[in-house]
Each structure stands twice: as structure tokens, then as C-alpha cells.
């Protein structure tokens, strides 16, 4: 089945994206520092877009998450606009990179938000491993797309029910698309896109935002609504109930 309609589905131009980051971007004074300090290094383009960090920003105040964690920290830019976005956050943030997060340190002290971001340094599989489950409302996955299976799995594992996790570059410069792309970071991409597609365990909606964001919602184990397992119970308890009277 083809989705394709009508509706007409603007193209993104690199003009249309200079007049939307100047009337729909407010990018706080720190954040564009770090960024003006990131664009003069070699890995700059790692660092995700002022509008994606707005606009994770927003989730961040809309979600209210008491627990944050960022898998893949780099010179510090997002876990910076998670933490002015809500005063009240803690993040945990993981790379294994110390030279790229001293940078993150240094604008993360500037802005005062460093007593709330906990950097972890080490291969982020491994520090994974050592979260319980249900630990987090918010996780954002942007780190080495050879272990993308491996953070969701894990993610999935430690977010609490309800909880989100966001996942950053599921659109790989359009090279998802692209047969000419057989390598193994395309394809562990397109792999993980196929398999939350198929999660009935979540609740998904992949926007074009930067390289692609996919956000997932953890489903509370009683089908996506707001029934607890409690209620489920009571409920069950009523209708046994009723078919009691009714057969007495
Ligand atoms: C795309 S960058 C993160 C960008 C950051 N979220 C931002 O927007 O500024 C990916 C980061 O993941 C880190 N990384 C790569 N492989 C890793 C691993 N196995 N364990 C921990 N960190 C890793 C890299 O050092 C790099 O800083």
C-alpha cells in the first residue's frame, strides 16, 4: 500500500530552513556558544541541529522527567539543552570520549547546570548494564550506531512505563533509502527501524527532524492505556462477579 496523497509535503531547502531556524528557533546564549565552539571541530556534524534541540527541549518540559539518560554525550550540546529546558531534571549522560565531554564540562559549569549531569566515561554498553530496570523516564540514544539494537533493548529495559526514548539519526542522511549504502551502520538502522515498527511492546512516531528522530513511548504492559494492572484485576473481579449473580 502506498501512502501517498495528495496533501502536498514541503521539501525542505536550505533556505526554508535558514527562515525557520531565524523566526522558530530561540536558542539560549550558552547553547549557541557550545555550538559556535563545536563548528570549528572535524566531528561537528555529530552534534544534533538547534531546532532538534528545541524541540527536545520542549519534550523535556512537556514530559517533566525527573530521571534523564543521554547515551552519547560528545561535546555536551543536547544533555545542555535538556537541563536549562527543566530545573528540576538530573541527567546521566555516557560516552567514552574524555577529550570531546571536557569540553561539555566546561558549558555545562558556565550555565550552572553541572550539579544535575552526571558524565559517565566508558563504553556505554557497559555502563548500561549497571541501570535497574524501569530507572528513567526520558533516554536519548545518540551514540555509535553499531550497538543501536543493544541501547534500545537496554533502553526499553531501564525506562519506566510511559517513559520515552528518543532515538536520533533513523534516517542516516537518507542513506536508509539508498541501495548504494549496504554498510553496517545503514543496515543496523534499518534494522532497528523494521524492528520498533513491529514493537507491540511500544508506541512510536518517527518525525524528519535533523538526520530523523524517532520518539517511543513504553507502553505501561496493559495495552498503551492508563489501566495499571490493578485496575485490570478489579475489573476482571466485576465481571466474575456479575456472571456470579447473574447465575445464582
Ligand atoms: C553523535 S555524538 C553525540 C552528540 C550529542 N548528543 C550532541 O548532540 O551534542 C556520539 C557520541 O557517542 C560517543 N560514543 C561512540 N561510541 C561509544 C560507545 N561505545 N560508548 C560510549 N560512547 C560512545 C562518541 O564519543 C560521541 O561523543
Not at 539560549?28 to 528545541?54: C, D, H, S, V
Not at 534516517?171 to 549496504?182: A, E, F, Q, T, Y
Request: charged content about 25%; some cysteine.
Amino acid at each position: 500500500m502506498s501512502f501517498y496523497q495528495d496533501q502536498q509535503i514541503i521539501e525542505l531547502t536550505k533556505e526554508l530552513r535558514e527562515y525557520l531556524l531565524q523566526v522558530g528557533v530561540r536558542e539560549p546564549e550558552y547553547l549557541k556558544k557550545l555550538r559556535e565552539q563545536t563548528a570549528n571541530m572535524p566531528e561537528r556534524t555529530m552534534q544534533i541541529l538547534p531546532e532538534q534541540g528545541q524541540f527536545i527541549a520542549m519534550l523535556v518540559k512537556i514530559l517533566n522527567p525527573a530521571r534523564i539518560l543521554e547515551i552519547g554525550t560528545y561535546t555536551g550540546y543536547s544533555s545542555l539543552c535538556m537541563a536549562l529546558a527543566l530545573p528540576t531534571a538530573h541527567i546521566i549522560t555516557l560516552d567514552k570520549n574524555a577529550e570531546w565531554t571536557k569540553i561539555a564540562k566546561k558549558y555545562w559549569q558556565e550555565a550552572k547546570v553541572d550539579n544535575r549531569i552526571q558524565l559517565i566515561i566508558g563504553p556505554a554498553l557497559e555502563t548500561l548494564k549497571d541501570f535497574k530496570e524501569e530507572s528513567f523516564e526520558l533516554i536519548f540514544i545518540d551514540a555509535n550506531k553499531s550497538n543501536y539494537l543493544d541501547y534500545y533493548e537496554e533502553g526499553l529495559r531501564i525506562a519506566r512505563p510511559n517513559g520515552v526514548l528518543l532515538i536520533d539519526n533513523v534516517l542516516w542522511k537518507g542513506r536508509v533509502i539508498n541501495p548504494m549504502h549496504s554498510d553496517s551502520s545503514t543496515q543496523t538502522i534499518k534494522k532497528l527501524n523494521e524492528i520498533i515498527k513491529n514493537d507491540p511492546r511500544v508506541d512510536i512516531c518517527m518525525l524528519p527532524i535533523g538526520d530523523g528522530l524517532t520518539i517511543v513511548r513504553k507502553k505501561d504492559g496493559s495495552g498503551g492505556g492508563t489501566r495499571t494492572p490493578d485496575t485490570r484485576i478489579m475489573i476482571l473481579g466485576f465481571v466474575f462477579f456479575y456472571i456470579f449473580m447473574l447465575c445464582a
